[in-house]
């Protein structure tokens, strides 16, 4: 590493809020950090690859790296646990998350039939219809994950929407579908503190840590949505407040 530069690096790419949400942690606690985007970067996306890191985004020192899916690790491997923060209990989670899906399926409809495959801003390598089927390819995630123990749910939530999603309401009509799984699961889960431990790609934690961060992953696309046929002069159904929001530990930037 030369002198002076930074001690980390974030491997990160356009449009993922993940990634968003990891550099604007690093940037409140004053940590430098290196900004690789694997996009348009050959050289960052062949050191991802010699790091043996599966998805992004990551955080590295040297060799060594942690996937950023957990803010937890982060802070972990950057050595500032002070700045954790207490999440909200799982049933203020579902219920939010439970809203901000009703309010896209309420405003998925909006979407200009010209416009659903076509990027959703210049820069994002996005279409609606990716953006609209990924809230609720989190939901999906989400349930195979904790119902059927998939551990790498990036196979499920970062792909592009399969054949069937051709037209707005082949994705209000899964949507719904998934709206009505998750709720009955967490009408039939027993123990609803969740705690219980769940195995994925990036190590052990609890249930209640991954309901949060599909809660404000779907909240921060609904966002999106939102933010986009508002731009355009849109009157839409459904909004969602800051009191929707509260609590929830979303970027606060929109896109990257």
Request: hydrophobic letters at 40%; a negative charge; one cysteine or more.
């Amino acid at each position: 590493m030369q002198a002076g530069s930074p001690e980390f690096s974030v491997f990160w790419q356009p449009g993922c809020s993940s990634c968003v949400r990891v550099k604007e942690f690093l940037t409140r606690l004053e940590i430098p950090f290196k900004s690789v985007d694997v996009l348009s970067d050959s050289e960052g996306r062949n050191e991802l690859r010699r790091l043996g890191a599966r998805s992004i985004p990551i955080v590295s020192k040297g060799d060594a790296f942690t996937y950023a899916q957990s803010i937890e690790d982060v802070a972990r491997f950057v050595d500032r646990m002070d700045a954790v923060t207490d999440r909200l209990p799982p049933e203020v989670l579902f219920s939010k998350w439970t809203k901000v899906l009703s309010v896209a399926l309420a405003n998925i409809p909006m979407i200009p039939d010209d416009e659903f495959n076509q990027s959703v801003l210049p820069n994002v390598p996005r279409s609606y219809r990716d953006l609209s089927y990924h809230i609720f390819q989190v939901v999906d995630a989400f349930l195979q994950t904790v119902q059927d123990g998939l551990e790498d749910w990036t196979v499920v939530a970062n792909v592009s929407p399969p054949e069937r999603i051709q037209k707005k309401e082949d994705t209000v009509n899964e949507g719904q579908e998934l709206t009505e799984r998750l709720q009955h699961w967490w009408l039939t889960l027993e123990d609803k503190s969740c705690q219980q431990s769940l195995t994925m790609f990036y190590g052990k934690h609890p249930m209640h840590q991954f309901l949060e961060r599909s809660t404000w992953h779907s909240a921060q696309h609904t966002r999106q949505l939102i933010a986009l046929l508002s731009d355009k002069g849109i009157e839409l159904p459904a909004k969602l407040e800051a009191d929707d929001y509260a609590g929830l530990p979303m970027p606060k930037k929109l896109w990257e």
